[in-house]
């Protein structure tokens, strides 16, 4: 169980990228990406938890109590937060898709063009 | 390339790159145990420093103030860049929609649902603005109260038109609020710039660390940041919804 956490972001990572290489439809590419994301939120996360620690919050807790980093949980934020934006903006580029091309197959693009 | 290839192209790069991703990953320290050191300093000293007792918010809105600036400006950009794509494009016309069955009855929206809705206002209302106003205490801020200020919008859409939503957040409200959000984390900024130190240096005063007025800077960002995120998410929801509905005002026929 060592690496078990790393184990799931790896395959979370690789599941997601396939899911796009894919990809019949951009809804569907798009969350695929929200999915390889994530793998970096568990990977972030992973790295900084320390068996025991509690959440690096002082207030019912004394400070020197064993806590996880938060520099990744400031990271995570950091991470969300962004990935987000990223799909509000990339779903708006499909819907502009699907209104030029009346599809949103990336297969049909490319026959569209031809 | 057919879709086959592309999917035998991609299965032999996901194993190579599983490979070094496992190679990689082996390296890192065991699962559970933490060598440090930043992590183990800033829980040690965060309280005593920044009087915030939530550590996180302190590394995002104080000790990494200008990463979170330049994150708070991707957000900006993204949702500029949502309406600027979902606006009327010069070459669309609106069409009036396709009625596929004429004399279909659209189910009111039912009563539990309206009820429930507008119930939760409030305390949705309440619960955002808790959440950003004591980010430097317990775990919230102003991206995660900014998110639940926005479900607030939601419900009121839920529970009544598309109308009643844009009557409760004008559009000039919410672009001002994801403006002025933007530029008042600059502005905070430029405090320590004015006293003499550095940009975003924590130049107000700290107080006693559990009090809601402490930890200097942190809760002015925090603010900034909820207008911002709320406004923005309200943005992001109506041109969403633009998208996809038909609006008619109470008596307009089309």
């Known amino acids: ?114 | 390339m057919t879709p086959a290839l592309r999917r035998r192209m991609f299965l032999v790069a996901a194993a190579v790159a599983g490979l070094l991703l496992l190679w990689g990953l082996t390296g890192l320290p065991d699962y559970g145990v933490y060598n440090g050191p930043y992590g183990d300093v800033l829980n040690e000293v965060a309280v005593a420093e920044r009087k915030a007792t939530n550590v996180v918010g302190a590394v995002t809105f104080d000790y990494r103030g200008v990463d979170t600036m330049g994150e708070e400006y991707i957000l900006f950009a993204a949702v500029l860049g949502v309406a600027i794509l979902l606006r009327a494009q010069r070459d669309e016309t609106e069409n009036p929609p396709d009625e596929d069955a004429a004399d279909r009855n659209a189910p009111q929206t039912s009563n539990a649902v309206r009820v429930i809705g507008l119930a939760l206002v409030g305390p949705v209302v309440l619960f955002g603005l808790y959440l950003v106003l004591h980010g430097h205490l317990t775990p919230g801020g102003g991206f995660q109260g900014g998110v639940v200020l926005a479900t607030a919008a939601l419900l009121v859409y839920l529970s009544g038109e598309y109308v009643t939503l844009r009557r409760v957040s004008p559009e000039l409200v919410t672009d001002l609020a994801e403006s002025v959000g933007a530029a008042s984390y600059v502005a905070v900024g430029l405090l320590g710039v004015a006293a003499g130190t550095a940009f975003l240096d924590n130049v107000l005063p700290l107080g006693q660390p559990g009090e809601l007025l402490s930890a200097g800077i942190i809760p002015p960002i925090n603010a900034a940041i909820g207008l911002e995120v709320a406004g923005g998410f309200v943005l992001l929801l109506s041109e969403f919804l633009e998208q996809t509905l038909v609006i008619r005002r109470p008596g307009e026929v089309t």
């Open chain 1, 1 to 114: 169980m060592r690496f078990f956490p790393y184990i799931v972001a790896a395959w979370l990572m690789l599941v997601g990228l396939y899911g796009i290489a894919t990809s019949r439809n951009l809804v569907h590419a798009i969350t695929c990406l929200s999915v390889a994301q994530s793998s970096t939120y568990i990977l972030l996360l992973s790295v900084g938890f320390e068996r025991g620690g509690t959440a690096p919050i002082f207030l019912d807790v004394p400070v020197g109590t064993k806590a996880v980093d938060p520099v990744v949980g400031a990271l995570t934020l950091t991470d969300v937060v962004v990935g987000a934006t990223v799909s509000a903006l990339l779903l708006a580029l499909a819907v502009q898709a699907y209104k030029h091309h009346g599809s949103l197959d990336p297969e049909h693009f490319r026959r569209h063009q031809d």
